[in-house]
């Protein structure tokens, strides 16, 4: 068992977010995942504008850090754009944004999350009304994708912050509805732990299609804080042969950095007992 393990980072992000390394100077945290063994990063961006995608590329590829992922849902809190809003015009413009996170992912050969943008079943909207504009909102960014080199991963997240796609089968119907490869299943681990019965199955039933994985303890914590039993779900992916990243999306505590190095400590040790 070896499975690369990354970070979320941000260059600016709203206190309280579960992002570990938060820098203006992306170089700067770029230098400190190569200098500790780090293998990837994921960017959260308010926008792609907000970086120089081209120079991030290349310093990365000096560094050998790859890049696995945009995350998008800064545009979710601060702008209120979601690509199932009954605002056909907020929807549009959503979906705007993320083509444009899908320009810089196809120059950075990532995939882009999302996560808030689906946004929320309204008290006066219906299950199939929300279904049927994500699947509409989907299909454009897939044929968007499909022109570039970017792909595109819906994250399961829990009850407390959305009460749409809370597990992986809901998101794989969605997946199967749209019908795109370049489509995939974002599985974290600390909504999992609220959502899901077990630790195999979801990972199990998603496959191939499983394209992002984050992971974090129950409290949201680094892996290895709290309670979460990990082996069963590092044993699911490899059972399925995910090649993709662990990726740390956990709260800066004692400080960032030293979080991301206990997790990391944590999850190579956990390998390491898997493979004796
Ligand atoms: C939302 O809680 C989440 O898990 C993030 O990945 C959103 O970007
Ligand atoms: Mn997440």
Known sequence: MKFKIGVTCAVDAPDGSPFPLVNSDICA??????????????????????????????????????????????????????????????????????????????????????????????PKDSREAVDSRMIESCKELCEYAERGNGTIVIEAIDRFETNYLQRAEEVMDIIHRVGSDRLGVHLDTYHMNMEERDWKQPVLLCKNHLKHVHVADNTRHYPGYGLINFAPFLEA?????????????????PDGKTSVLRGMEFLRGLMKEANK
Do not use: W
């Open 237 to 253: 992916l490899e059972a399925i042969g995910y090649d993709q990243t662990l990726t740390m999306e956990c709260y800066p505590v």
């Open 29 to 122: 945290t770029i230098d400190f995942l190569a200098e500790n063994g780090f293998d990837s990063i994921e960017l959260h961006l308010l926008k792609p504008s907000e970086v120089d995608g081209s120079r991030i590329k290349e310093y990365c590829d000096q560094k050998g850090i790859l890049i696995s992922s945009i995350g998008t849902g800064m545009a979710y809190g601060k702008e209120g754009l979601s690509i199932t809003s009954t605002d056909e015009d907020v929807r549009k413009r959503a979906v705007q944004r993320l083509k444009e996170q899908l320009d810089l992912a196809s120059l950075l050969n990532c995939s882009i999350v999302i996560g808030s943008m689906r946004g929320v079943i309204g």
